[in-house]
């Protein structure tokens, strides 16, 4: 959402900083200078945290992705927030002099450069990823080296500021300062706009949300630069236009670093239970399906001295088997939703000799719970399929329509619906009481169409969501990160898009159907 918008965002946050900044330049009478010390230092303190929580959690990222452009952007974000710190503390331990003004102007404009610079740097990985942390304590040592340079020439080095100048005096706009201080704000701004230009291209190109609330806060930051250069305040007890600008700015990085933390920690509890998933799934493999098969090969010794036996080897047969569909439907869900899908559909066939035929969307995708769900119910209507239906052929359907449709047909032997449903099985175990649950635990809606000799139709219907973060309004309960409008896939995942991907075609229940669900009511489209 947020990058598709992105330019669009940029040109009115623009526009309306520059028509504040006009009207406040024309009209005298909009006055709102505050004179406040402390609410200075309180300003540049919070930025200066601000700007360090942004560069911590991108040296999270530099340590996975290696990447030159992070590291850049850490350092000049790193910069910036000890410009801001000094600019707070200086006045405190050296009194109100030149050195307050140009150490923190030069250590601005050198961060300003590093970030204009990160914003267009190809992200290509760092020969030796290890070394980024001795890059970056040696680049801030050597920035430091520079301002200390700076310090012991700024006695020399005039600043023409007016410190008790109101920027709000009568004569504003009042362009305040030496020649070189002000060569200094207009070079902080023409840096600033093109980062937020490069920061803009480039988070449309990486599909990167956070790189996006970067450019608007620089665009912000821009604005208040000029406003600075226009409006003289940061160099004074007075809060103005660019000192609002700059709260703003920081304010929007934050809301970005927040939505990254909230991303991260989404990603990392997806990691987590899919890792113990898998640790499910080796075990019930290492354990309980050894354990079965054992059992099998035993019972069908014992059924050759005892045809008495036999219906324990079929029920230790039937165990195992289940056994193995769990643990395919647990190892699924690391693939996307339609190579999961296909993987756990072909397993399952594979082994009972059915013929399988595969039309599933790719771009269909889904959050873990209801990826979880949705594959439970393909692990199930397949299982019955083949084990009661005596199917010789099963079809399998993934679309995205008004939500996530899946469809399970089979030309087997079928049922009576209404009889399963009501608990009154002829086969025992037919498991429609949990595909119902697991569809009413998301929301959606179940269609069994089946009778007897007419093989089953399986339908689920998952309505549309929008999700936290994502780009736009999604035609399928997606919540995982996609670059540039599609779903991500993994490598070597079967490409299954050049299959019908049309909308599954449903209607209203009649003899031999059985809807249930969450909401009963809803169409299928």
């Given at each position: 959402m947020l990058l598709k918008r992105l330019p669009s965002l940029q040109i009115l946050v623009l526009a309306t900083g520059l028509m504040g900044t006009a009207l406040i330049a024309a009209l005298p009478s909009l006055d709102f200078a505050y004179r406040n010390g402390d609410l200075h230092v309180a300003i540049e303190t919070a930025a200066s945290a601000v700007a360090l929580l942004v560069a911590f959690l991108l040296y999270g990222r530099l340590r996975q992705t290696g990447s030159r452009s992070d590291l850049a952007l850490i350092f000049g974000l790193v910069l910036i927030s000890l410009s801001n710190l000094g600019r707070a503390l200086l006045p405190a331990f050296n009194g109100e002099n030149d050195s307050v003004v140009w150490v923190p102007l030069t250590t601005r404009l050198v961060g300003a450069a590093l970030l204009a610079w990160a914003s267009f740097v190809s992200p290509i990985p760092l020969r030796k990823p290890s070394r980024a942390p001795l890059y970056l304590v040696a680049g801030v040592l050597g920035a430091l080296a520079v301002?200390?340079?700076?310090?012991?020439?700024?006695?020399?080095?005039?600043?023409?500021?007016?410190?008790?100048?109101?920027?709000?005096?009568?004569?504003?706009?009042?362009?305040?300062?030496?020649?070189?201080?002000?060569?200094?704000?207009?070079?902080?701004?023409?840096?600033?706009?093109v980062a937020a230009v490069g920061f803009t291209l480039r988070a449309r190109r990486s599909a990167?949300?956070?790189?996006?609330?970067?450019?608007?806060?620089?665009?912000?930051?821009?604005?208040?630069?000029?406003?600075?250069?226009l409006f003289p305040s940061i160099y004074g007890e007075w809060v103005f236009t660019g000192d609002v600008a700059r709260i703003a700015a920081y304010l929007v990085i934050l809301v970005g670093a927040l939505r990254q933390i909230a991303r991260f920690q989404g990603a990392a509890t997806r990691a987590a239970v899919l890792e113990e998933r898998n640790r499910v799934a080796r075990e019930l493999h290492d354990g309980l399906a050894q354990d079965l098969a054992y059992i099998s090969l035993q019972s069908q010794r014992l059924a050759r001295r005892d045809p008495a036996s036999a219906a324990v080897t079929a029920a230790a047969d039937q165990a195992m088997s289940r056994s193995r569909d769990a643990i395919l439907a647990l190892r699924a869900t690391d693939d996307p939703l339609s190579a999961a899908v296909a993987s756990l559909a072909r397993g399952l066939t594979e082994r009972a000799k059915v013929r399988l035929d595969l039309e599933l969307d790719e771009h269909a995708d889904a959050c873990l719970e209801v990826r979880a769900n949705v594959l439970g119910i393909v692990s199930e209507a397949i299982s019955n399929a083949v084990r009661h239906g005596d199917a010789q052929s099963i079809r399998v359907r993934l679309a995205n329509g008004r939500g996530l449709q899946l469809s399970i047909a089979d030309d087997?032997?079928?049922?009576?619906?209404?009889?399963?449903?009501?608990?009154?099985?002829?086969?025992?175990?037919?498991?429609?009481?949990?595909?119902?649950e697991r569809a009413e635990r998301?929301?959606?809606?179940?269609?069994?169409?089946?009778?007897?000799?007419?093989?089953?139709?399986?339908?689920?219907?998952?309505?549309?969501?929008?999700?936290?973060?994502?780009?736009?309004?999604?035609r399928s309960p997606a919540c995982g990160e996609r670059a540039n409008g599609r779903a991500k896939t993994t490598p070597g995942a079967p490409n299954l898009s050049?299959?019908?991907?049309?909308?599954?075609?449903?209607?209203?229940?009649?003899?031999?159907q059985f809807r249930i669900g969450a909401d009963d009511s809803s169409e299928w489209s």
């Amino acid at each position: 959402m947020l990058l598709k918008r992105l330019p669009s965002l940029q040109i009115l946050v623009l526009a309306t900083g520059l028509m504040g900044t006009a009207l406040i330049a024309a009209l005298p009478s909009l006055d709102f200078a505050y004179r406040n010390g402390d609410l200075h230092v309180a300003i540049e303190t919070a930025a200066s945290a601000v700007a360090l929580l942004v560069a911590f959690l991108l040296y999270g990222r530099l340590r996975q992705t290696g990447s030159r452009s992070d590291l850049a952007l850490i350092f000049g974000l790193v910069l910036i927030s000890l410009s801001n710190l000094g600019r707070a503390l200086l006045p405190a331990f050296n009194g109100e002099n030149d050195s307050v003004v140009w150490v923190p102007l030069t250590t601005r404009l050198v961060g300003a450069a590093l970030l204009a610079w990160a914003s267009f740097v190809s992200p290509i990985p760092l020969r030796k990823p290890s070394r980024a942390p001795l890059y970056l304590v040696a680049g801030v040592l050597g920035a430091l080296a520079v301002v200390g340079v700076v310090w012991a020439l700024s006695g020399g080095l005039p600043t023409g500021i007016r410190p008790r100048l109101s920027p709000a005096a009568s004569d504003r706009p009042s362009i305040d300062g030496s020649l070189g201080l002000l060569t200094g704000q207009v070079a902080m701004i023409a840096l600033m706009a093109v980062a937020a230009v490069g920061f803009t291209l480039r988070a449309r190109r990486s599909a990167d949300e956070f790189l996006g609330w970067i450019a608007i806060a620089l665009t912000l930051a821009t604005v208040a630069r000029l406003n600075y250069t226009l409006f003289p305040s940061i160099y004074g007890e007075w809060v103005f236009t660019g000192d609002v600008a700059r709260i703003a700015a920081y304010l929007v990085i934050l809301v970005g670093a927040l939505r990254q933390i909230a991303r991260f920690q989404g990603a990392a509890t997806r990691a987590a239970v899919l890792e113990e998933r898998n640790r499910v799934a080796r075990e019930l493999h290492d354990g309980l399906a050894q354990d079965l098969a054992y059992i099998s090969l035993q019972s069908q010794r014992l059924a050759r001295r005892d045809p008495a036996s036999a219906a324990v080897t079929a029920a230790a047969d039937q165990a195992m088997s289940r056994s193995r569909d769990a643990i395919l439907a647990l190892r699924a869900t690391d693939d996307p939703l339609s190579a999961a899908v296909a993987s756990l559909a072909r397993g399952l066939t594979e082994r009972a000799k059915v013929r399988l035929d595969l039309e599933l969307d790719e771009h269909a995708d889904a959050c873990l719970e209801v990826r979880a769900n949705v594959l439970g119910i393909v692990s199930e209507a397949i299982s019955n399929a083949v084990r009661h239906g005596d199917a010789q052929s099963i079809r399998v359907r993934l679309a995205n329509g008004r939500g996530l449709q899946l469809s399970i047909a089979d030309d087997g032997t079928g049922f009576d619906p209404r009889r399963e449903a009501n608990g009154v099985s002829d086969r025992g175990g037919f498991g429609l009481v949990g595909m119902r649950e697991r569809a009413e635990r998301l929301g959606g809606s179940l269609l069994v169409q089946s009778r007897p000799g007419r093989g089953t139709e399986v339908q689920v219907l998952v309505r549309e969501q929008r999700h936290p973060g994502s780009r736009k309004h999604s035609r399928s309960p997606a919540c995982g990160e996609r670059a540039n409008g599609r779903a991500k896939t993994t490598p070597g995942a079967p490409n299954l898009s050049s299959r019908a991907r049309k909308p599954l075609a449903t209607q209203a229940p009649r003899s031999g159907q059985f809807r249930i669900g969450a909401d009963d009511s809803s169409e299928w489209s």
